[in-house]
């Protein structure tokens, strides 16, 4: 039997992210080298679909952990608005000593300090499953119309949101997909290592209709 997820076993992250475990995680290179991979592939998906020339872009981190995406950011020379949020309180404390602007907050409750700002783009690495595990279809469609507005007000006109995750069963893209075009986002999917399901990485790009 395979080992469960911790989405699977903790519906709050900060009940699996106490401090030892939020240590670990810092401390793990495997996991800094595969955040900054995935955060590569979405920087590149962002140039690509924007064929954007500079690097001057605000940028929003949606479940920043201990900042391993702002860091790689940072060192690629985007500075504007670079911000993060996340729920785990322990991350938090981490990614802010490394002298970060980062909130407390997730998908579903955006802090009072970025809900007046807007961002060209806004990114999230292995966050979304956290609130889409355990859930029906119904559940999860309410729950997208709900972040999905939520974000939408704090993406600038053209700019696009890329969410990378992991879904948690079959139908889970196909839900999403739909979910996000009913409420506005033209969408599209990209699988990251398509041809091997062991490695597979899937990724959302979302953009304004109007």
């Known amino acids: 039997m395979s080992e469960l997820k911790p989405e699977q076993n903790y519906e709050n992250p900060n ?5 030892e475990e939020t240590k670990r995680y810092e401390n793990n290179s495997g ?17 690509e679909e924007t064929k954007n020339k500079t690097k001057e872009i605000s940028i929003l981190d949606i479940g ?4 391993f995406s702002l860091e790689f950011l940072k060192n ?32 579903e409750n955006l802090p009072k300090e970025i809900i007046n700002k807007k ?8 966050a979304l499953q956290w609130i889409l595990t355990n859930k029906q279809e119904m559940e999860i ?10 974000i939408k007000s704090i993406l600038k006109e053209n700019g696009i949101i890329i969410i990378q995750y992991y879904p948690p069963e079959k139908n889970t893209t196909e839900i ?12 599209k999917e990209y699988i990251y290592n398509k041809d091997n399901p062991k490695k597979q990485k899937f990724f959302l790009i979302l953009k304004n209709k109007c």
């Open 15 to 19: 009940d699996f992210y106490t401090f």
């Open 31 to 47: 996991m800094k080298k595969t955040q900054t991979e995935l955060t590569n592939i979405i920087l590149q998906l962002y140039f």
């Open 64 to 67: 920043c952990g201990t900042g």
């Open 76 to 107: 690629q020379g985007h500075y504007i608005n670079l911000i993060g949020i996340d729920p785990a309180k322990e991350m938090l404390k981490i990614c802010k000593y490394k002298k970060f602007e980062c909130y407390l907050g997730d998908f």
């Open 119 to 126: 961002f060209d783009l806004i990114i999230s690495i292995s």
């Open 141 to 150: 469609k309410n729950l997208i119309k709900k972040i999905g507005k939520s």
């Open 176 to 187: 999403l997909n739909s979910s996000f075009e009913r409420i506005g986002f033209f969408v």
